[in-house]
């Protein structure tokens, strides 16, 4: 079974600009969450889709959004970057969620600098 | 809110052991444990759920005290894999923060 799939890998961008990032998960997992993380603050967690809805969401900023597709696919996007932004964004996918304890798989995760 | 998590990091030598532990302000309903090594996904331990079971998993147990909202991560006999960065994500069990993660601890493992 192949794993959780983020892309791209890498992403360089300056102030301003926007971002899309991709999350494909395992075969069957219906919830994507999205996880900031930082050196000095962990795993923030952005929100979480489950079956094309947004189920939870984090403390952040309205440039910070989501969305998941019927094939359970997940995108990120963040608007108007600040250097800030700069982080590892993760994803995780699960059967159903986090919050009916089961466990997470997460990808590699996309390394973004905002310039 | 985020749970706390102590030490910030610990360096032992090969066989020692490590206790980490996690509290939370915040009445629990599961705590989660993951490991991440350096450059790569976080990977999942255990859960616990309130009630103060204690599961293990090869020399790495946990147990949860529902009381003290805390919970502590015990490897025993450390091996150089066990180095990487240890998480405890906590669930208040009403869904809607989703998993809220510590800052993380540093595990360093010295041959």
């Known amino acids: 079974k192949a794993g959780v799939t983020q892309t791209p890998r890498y992403l360089i961008k300056t102030r301003g600009q926007q971002v899309t990032l991709s999350c494909s998960p395992i075969?069957?997992?219906?919830?994507v969450s999205w996880y900031q993380q930082t050196p000095g603050q962990g795993l923030q967690f952005l929100f979480e889709?489950?079956?094309?809805?947004?189920?939870n969401k984090g403390n952040f900023p309205g440039r910070f959004s989501g969305r998941q597709f019927s094939n359970s696919r997940s995108e990120m996007n963040v608007s108007t970057l600040e250097l800030g932004d700069s982080a590892l964004y993760l994803c995780?996918?699960?059967?159903?969620?986090?919050?009916?304890?089961?466990?997470?798989?997460f990808g590699s995760g996309t390394q973004l600098s905002v310039l | 809110q985020q749970p706390v998590q102590s030490p910030q990091a610990v360096i032992l030598r090969e066989g020692e052991d490590a206790v980490i532990n996690c509290s939370s302000s915040?009445?629990?309903?599961?705590v989660h444990w993951y490991r991440q090594k350096h450059g790569e996904a976080p990977v999942f331990l255990m859960i616990?759920?309130?009630?103060?079971e204690q599961k293990g998993h090869d020399k790495i147990s946990a147990s949860f005290n529902e009381k003290k909202q805390q919970s502590s991560l015990y490897l025993t006999a450390s091996q150089l894999s066990y180095s990487g960065t240890y998480f405890c994500?906590?669930?208040?069990?009403?869904?809607?923060?989703?998993?809220?993660f510590g800052k993380g601890t540093h595990l360093i493992i010295q041959p």
């Open positions: 995780a996918s699960s059967l159903r969620g986090a919050s009916t304890n089961e466990k997470l798989f």
């Open positions: 075969s069957g997992h219906r919830s």
């Open positions: 889709y489950f079956s094309e809805t947004q189920r």
């Open positions: 915040k009445a629990l309903y599961s």
């Open positions: 616990l759920l309130k009630g103060g």
């Open positions: 994500g906590t669930e208040t069990g009403g869904g809607a923060d989703g998993l809220t």
